[in-house]
């Protein structure tokens, strides 16, 4: 259980790391992906200079049956239930995060709301779910504490990988007054932090770990709505109801982000991004 001293500590410093014990249903979930996990996938996003990916996005419906079971663990409903009073929560986004040994695939300080527009920043937070022990040497997560109260700030945009034009966003400038804290987690340790908390990484160097971690991202809402790929939200707590998740049942057959994704797959959604940053270049000239 959540304590009251532990929930005064995540409002504090933006952030929280919670042992699931003895939650076998997650445990059982936790060694199966990462012993099953292929970091060769094609579909790896933020792609470094050389075009190596870092994630594997939108993972809960991959294998429905194994997140499902994450979902429904006790660990993850607890948060749900003590860190959101809303009626639903639901997942925004989900992913498997890797770094490939000897490689450069640092996270720029940011944070999550930095990757959204202005009129799209949430007060929701990301679960980190540690596959392997993590630590300084195959790149754990950082974060700076107390810097959610800062509320979102301003990121620029870095490319990184010329041919897909995958970039990263990073906090700029810094705050020069806060402190970087290393979380050294054991595996099986599940992170909450806030979307507006800062955090950041550096490069795998050991070569016997890939610092695999699922992470996935929680908005707790009144009503329902599509998640970041457009689709009808998978819930962690809350049951949809007649005809509110029809609605976006429906609403979903004509999102954008839907459409983005479904023509991303095929490949068109790169040439654009070249052409547009092309024509950029062009112009600032």
Known sequence: MISKASLDYYHENGYLIL???SDDTLWEAINYLSKNFDARS???????????????INVFRNDP?????????DAIKEVASTLFKSRFVQVQQSKLSFKIPGEITDWYP??????????????GLALFVC?????E???????????????????????EDSKSLSSQMVVDPLPADLTLKTLSMRKGCVLAFHANTIH?????????????????ELEGREDLTLDDYGLPPILV???????????????????????????????????LRRITHKVRVVNER
Not at 43 to 52: E, H, S, V
Not at 142 to 147: A, D, E, R
Not at 200 to 216: D, E, K, Q, V
Request: net charge positive; hydrophobic share 35%.
């Open 65 to 73: 049956k194994v997140f499902d079971s994450i979902i429904n663990s």
């Open 131 to 135: 596959l392997e022990d993590m630590n």
């Open 237 to 271: 707590k809350g049951k949809p109801s007649f005809p509110g998740f029809l609605l976006v049942q429906i609403k979903s057959l004509f999102s954008m982000r839907n459409i983005f994704w479904k023509i991303e797959s095929l490949g068109f959604i790169k040439l």
């Open 200 to 216: 950041t990484s550096g490069p795998n160097l050991n070569h016997n770990s890939l610092r695999l971690a699922l992470i996935f």
């Open 19 to 21: 042992n699931p014990g």
């Open 110 to 123: 940011h944070q999550d709301n930095g990757y959204r527009c202005i009129s799209d920043k949430r007060e």
């Open 42 to 56: 094609e579909k790896a996003y933020f792609k470094n200079a050389r075009g190596l990916g870092r994630q594997q």
């Open 137 to 159: 040497q195959n790149g754990a997560l950082g974060v700076y504490p107390k810097s959610h109260l800062l509320g979102p700030l301003k990121h620029r945009r870095v490319v």
